[in-house]
């Protein structure tokens, strides 16, 4: 199993810029998730989905938008890339076994996106 | 607002030695808490996951402990090696209705393990 894989690792983007960040799994997972990270701060939660054609907002979903059309693929879509959208984006899935309260399994990450808005 | 804080922020250490990492969280009410390891450059790998239920997971020379009441976690490195060095980071899944699926990041630890 390749396990989360990310496409591309690095990217340069002008200001206006749009492009897509790409995410796949094999794993079979129901859950996958869309976090960035900026220097010296924890990961935030921009998008995720718990199966496929399911999404929804996390908590820095401003500028991004996501679609969730297989298992396998969960790509992040940059409108108008603006330089607060430096950052390194990480994806990542988990097989949340849907039992009472939520008795989630571990999340599995992706490499990352390191992505350079100037 | 769930917010997750380790400290220290870095520790280097001699090789050989054992140590603990911790961390705080504001929000008790969690589902389970994870700990990462973070090398440069690279993405985030699971080291131990504790369900709110457990006290405690071991995985060769790490031991993860929770104690859901008070808010903390420690992560116990045994005889510590070079190839420890990372940021280590703890993560916690929260219990509240709308943020089921949310982990909140604490900023990490930076770990130095000189030879």
């Known amino acids: 199993n390749a396990g989360v894989t990310q496409t591309p690792k690095f990217r340069i983007l002008k200001i206006g810029q749009s492009m897509t960040l790409q995410c796949t799994q094999d794993?079979?997972?129901?859950?996958m998730y869309w976090y960035r990270q900026d220097p010296g701060m924890g990961l935030k939660l921009i998008y995720y989905?718990?199966?496929?054609?399911?999404?929804d907002k996390g908590e820095v979903p401003n500028g991004y938008n996501v679609s969730r059309s297989t298992t396998e693929d969960f790509p992040l879509r940059l409108e108008l890339a603006a330089p607060s959208q430096t950052s390194v984006y990480f994806c990542?899935?988990?097989?949340?076994?849907?039992?009472?309260?939520?008795?989630?399994?571990?999340?599995?990450f992706g490499p990352g996106t390191r992505l350079t808005v100037l | 607002k769930q917010e997750v804080t380790q400290i220290p922020a870095a520790l280097s250490v001699p090789e050989g030695e054992n140590l603990v990492l911790n961390c705080s969280f504001t929000?008790?009410?969690?589902?389970?808490l994870q700990w990462f390891r973070q090398d440069p450059g690279k993405g985030l790998t699971s080291l131990l996951l504790?369900?709110?239920?457990?006290r405690e997971q071991t995985s060769g020379r790490l031991n993860a402990s929770l104690d859901k009441s008070s808010g903390r976690s420690t992560l116990y490195i045994a005889a510590s090696q070079p190839g420890d060095s990372a940021t280590y980071l703890c993560?916690?899944?929260?219990?509240?209705?709308?943020?089921?699926?949310?982990?909140?990041f604490g900023k990490g630890t930076l770990l130095t393990v000189n030879p």
């Open positions: 929000d008790s009410a969690i589902y389970n």
């Open positions: 990542a899935s988990s097989h949340d076994s849907g039992r009472a309260f939520f008795d989630a399994d571990t999340q599995y």
């Open positions: 504790i369900q709110s239920s457990q």
């Open positions: 993560a916690v899944r929260e219990a509240s209705g709308g943020s089921n699926y949310k982990l909140t």
């Open positions: 794993m079979n997972h129901n859950y």
């Open positions: 989905s718990v199966g496929a054609g399911i999404t």
